[in-house]
């Protein structure tokens, strides 16, 4: 009785040290006042230019990749008009990719941009999200080549981020 008493202790003890597989890992930006969820480990980078910091959070999971970046400028830029529309041109150009389609995205008063982007040369599709909130500029972006795109990660990946 002892013995399998112990056994069974034992075997609770081993099992119990085990724990349930992570749902992702979230980030908190440190200036930015932005939190999101990756599905795996990120690697952060940061970078000062003359008028501006970029923060910036990836990680590729199952051939498709996440990215976070914001940029504290020392200027308000929020009432700038069509400021969205200008970063995602921007951006599709820096990618060569074409903007099949541009909605509204808002998070909790803010407003942006959101486009679904296609690169016909590298076959990569990427969602991508732009928007401004008096000196930061938030960019989210999701991307993979053809077979591997994901869409439902996509946008469980973007339903995560939260700007306050």
């Known amino acids: 009785m002892k013995k399998s008493a112990l056994h069974l202790f034992a075997l609770l003890f081993v099992l119990s040290s085990f724990s349930p597989p992570a749902k992702g890992v979230s980030y908190v930006g440190n200036q930015g006042k932005i939190t999101a969820t990756f599905p795996s480990e990120y690697t952060n980078s940061a970078r000062d230019g003359e008028a501006y910091t970029t923060t910036q959070a990836t990680c590729t999971m199952d051939e498709q990749s996440y990215m976070i970046s914001y940029t504290v400028h020392e200027s308000d830029l929020s009432q700038t008009e069509n400021l969205e529309d200008v970063s995602l041109n921007a951006f599709a150009n820096a990618i060569g990719a074409n903007i099949q389609s541009k909605e509204t995205w808002k998070s909790k008063g803010l407003e942006g941009v959101k486009a679904r982007m296609h690169s016909d040369e590298s076959d990569a599709y990427i969602d991508y ?3 401004f909130a008096g000196k930061v500029q938030y960019q989210f ?20 981020i939260k700007v306050q």
């Open 129 to 131: 999200i732009v928007v």
């Open 141 to 160: 972006a999701c991307y993979a080549l053809g077979e591997s795109w994901n869409e439902k990660k996509a946008k469980a990946f973007f339903k995560t």
